[in-house]
């Protein structure tokens, strides 16, 4: 690298350990023989070899005093710095504006990663505080209980803080040890109080969820994990699932999740069209209506009727086949023994032979061709079927 390729301000490191800044929360010093100042105010800031023009803007009510300390917000304006928690800086203002022809006051950089908040925000100054007490653990509970939802990545506050990484380890455990904080995953932190926040959202939506569809066994993992703030990782939402059915409160079976102990509920209304949807698919057998036309005589809506007959279907009483059809368990099984007994004597069956078989129209005879495959009772080869082996 030649000497000219270089910049005053520029600064060595290893790849990743740091991002630059044009952006940082301050303590600020400013001294008496500087002219009060209540709002953003320019100035040159000098911080490591950098010179600077930047913008001072106090943090707080009170505007930025003679003589006192207090917090404001930095913003570079002609390119972003190298900065970490800890770096000192001094800021001179220009002759041209009263009393600001010399330095005016130095400080201390807090947070190279500021929130996007007002500056008149009391839980901002309350963060600053405590950012202003220079001790790491602290900072980093802090760091993570406002990221909220989203927690934070290990490796974003390594770069936020300039912590070592072995460091930072350790005093992430002790913050997860502590238990204010828990780890979601292997490179994310998120606040206790927040994953708590996050649990009584899942608990309110799955509750609505067995209000609004008493039938259901339960809620789809994902349409669940879609009630939450769309910035929630999914490591994080895992771990509110994962922390729910330890403590008891919900159950997770493969794709749905339900509140623990939960049955569905059959009101009488229910209970009527269950039986009429049973009477019918043993009175069809291996005929039954399409599902519009068997919601249209039931009288009920397309969605109202597939959960009547996905709950037959959990319940054993019928089988679904490809097409949308369903079929009355028995009807089922009765013709597997048919077309067993079919491919043992004659060893393979075409689409003419099943459909003399069981008595069907295309319209069924294919779809329980298919069905047969699915429940691993016969195969395809070219255009018949064949008992599959075992």
Do not use: C
């Not at 207090?70 to 220009?94: E, M, N, Q």
């Amino acid at each position: 690298v030649e000497v000219g390729e270089l910049a005053r301000g520029e600064l060595l490191t290893l790849p990743d350990t740091l991002r630059a800044t044009a952006l940082a929360d301050v303590s600020l010093h400013w001294l008496p023989s500087a002219p009060e100042v209540d709002d953003t105010v320019s100035v040159q800031l000098l911080a490591g070899t950098a010179r600077r023009l930047a913008h001072l803007a106090p943090i707080g009510r009170d505007g930025i005093v003679p003589g006192t300390t207090g917090f404001a917000r930095l913003h570079v304006d002609d390119g972003a710095l190298p900065l970490l928690p800890g770096d000192r800086f001094i800021v001179r203002g220009f002759a041209r504006s009263e009393g600001m022809g010399g330095t005016v006051g130095g400080g201390v950089v807090l947070d190279v990663a500021p929130p996007h908040r007002r500056r008149t925000d009391p839980v901002l100054l309350r963060e600053l505080e405590i950012l202003a007490g220079g001790e790491l653990r602290a900072g980093l509970r802090e760091r993570i209980r406002r990221a909220g939802f989203e927690g934070a990545e290990t490796d974003g506050l390594r770069r936020e803080t300039g912590a070592l990484p072995e460091t930072l380890r350790v005093e992430l455990q002790a913050l997860v040890a502590d238990g204010e904080i828990l780890a979601a995953g292997a490179h994310r932190h998120v606040a206790t109080a927040s994953l708590e926040r996050m649990q009584e959202t899942l608990l309110e939506a799955l509750d609505a969820f067995h209000r609004d569809q008493p039938l259901r066994p339960g809620m789809a993992r994902a349409a669940l994990r879609g009630e939450l703030a769309d910035n929630v990782p999914g490591e994080i939402a895992d771990l509110a699932l994962a922390r729910l059915e330890a403590a008891g409160e919900i159950q997770v079976e493969g794709k749905l999740v339900r509140r623990a102990g939960r049955a569905p509920e059959i009101d009488g209304e229910s209970k009527e069209l269950l039986e009429r949807i049973r009477s019918e698919a043993l009175r069809v057998g291996l005929e039954p209506p399409s599902p519009r036309d068997w919601a249209n005589e039931l009288g009920v809506d397309a969605d109202r009727f597939r959960d009547l007959v996905a709950h037959l279907e959990r319940e054993g009483e019928l089988v679904r086949a490809p097409g949308d059809l369903w079929f009355a368990r028995g009807a089922v099984e009765s013709l597997r023994t048919k077309v067993v007994a079919h491919l043992e004597a004659h060893g393979e069956i075409d689409p003419a032979a099943y459909k003399q078989l069981t008595g069907t129209t295309r319209r069924t005879t294919v779809p329980l061709m298919e069905l047969l495959d699915e429940l691993h009772v016969t195969r395809r080869r070219d255009n018949v079927r064949v008992l599959r082996k075992g």
